[in-house]
């Protein structure tokens, strides 16, 4: 499964990634500790936050 970024990273290790189908996020620091979480609460989070 693909990981992606935000657009506003820095180039560092100091980010948290979103899985592509929107189930997981992740440090990017720790890869492989994954925090699974369910779809609507990520489209709910990037809607609060995109306000």
């Known amino acids: 499964?693909?990981?992606r970024k935000?657009?506003?990273s820095d180039g560092t290790s100091n980010c948290?990634?979103?899985r592509q189908d929107?189930?997981?996020v992740r440090?990017?620091?720790r890869p492989g500790v994954v925090?699974?979480?369910s779809r609507?609460?990520?489209r709910e989070l990037i809607t609060k936050i995109s306000r």
């Open 1 to 3: 499964m693909e990981w």
């Open 6 to 8: 935000s657009s506003r």
């Open 16 to 18: 948290v990634e979103l």
């Open 22 to 24: 929107l189930a997981a």
């Open 27 to 29: 440090d990017t620091k």
């Open 35 to 37: 925090l699974p979480v």
């Open 40 to 42: 609507d609460a990520v």
